[in-house]
């Protein structure tokens, strides 16, 4: 019997976890990690790094806006940036609470500000990471880099796009899926749809 098997989760849990079954086969633009590898190197090296169950939900959900929208997996190198960031925080936001959405939305910024704070950050970005860079808008400015310090959420933003980087490690061992279903639990209140809506559908 599987950890996920084992015991009752949270629909929103078994919602993910179905949607990864579904999806997670997709390649992570490309790189050479599936997208279900890739959430799960990221969720991995959250939990290694001690980080609160909220923020390792975050590292596994970070890319799910990948899995929601039909673009080819080489929509940058077709110039098209997928903004898959929001897509994934309005799709998070009806089902998890604010610790979880604010990181995944604030992922990409969280790039282009460490790009501007860290000149040796850009040099270890892999190609792939370089490209979509361009395409969302470069290094922050001054202005921008102020701004986004004082977003709630955008250091742990910060956090997460380190391990996001990192996780593109081909034949890394992690745990699987099911083992960070309760993390996935452990953020969501029993029976309580949202903390807060996007006040959209889609
Ligand atoms: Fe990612």
């Known amino acids: 019997m599987s950890e996920s098997d084992s015991q009752a989760h949270h629909p929103h849990t078994c919602?993910?976890?179905?949607l990864f079954r579904l999806r997670g086969d997709s390649q992570y633009?490309?790189?050479p990690v599936s997208q279900?590898?890739?959430?799960l190197q990221a969720a991995w090296f959250a939990e290694q790094q001690g980080a609160e169950p909220c923020l390792v939900a975050a590292a596994l959900l970070h890319d799910v806006g990948h899995l929601l929208h039909d673009l080819p997996d080489d929509a940058p190198e077709q110039g098209i940036d997928d903004r898959h960031e929001i897509?994934?925080?309005r799709w998070l936001q009806r089902r998890?609470?604010?610790e979880v959405c604010a990181p995944v939305?604030?992922?990409?910024?969280a790039k282009?500000?460490?790009c501007a704070v860290e000149p040796e950050y850009f040099n270890q970005l892999s190609p792939a990471s370089i490209l979509s860079l361009r395409l969302q808008g470069g290094a922050m400015t001054e202005q921008e880099r102020l701004a986004f310090e004082q977003l709630p959420g955008s250091a742990a933003a910060v956090r997460l796009r380190r391990?996001?980087?990192?996780?593109k490690l081909t034949g890394l061992q992690t745990p699987p899926l099911e083992h960070f279903a309760r993390q996935l639990d452990a953020c969501l209140v029993p029976s309580t749809p949202a903390r807060h809506d996007a006040g959209e559908n889609g």
């Open 29 to 31: 633009g490309s790189e």
């Open 15 to 18: 919602e993910i976890l179905e």
């Open 87 to 89: 897509l994934a925080a």
């Open 112 to 114: 282009r500000y460490l």
């Open 163 to 167: 391990w996001d980087d990192a996780a």
């Open 105 to 109: 939305q604030l992922h990409v910024a």
């Open 96 to 98: 998890f609470p604010v």
């Open 36 to 39: 279900l590898e890739h959430a």
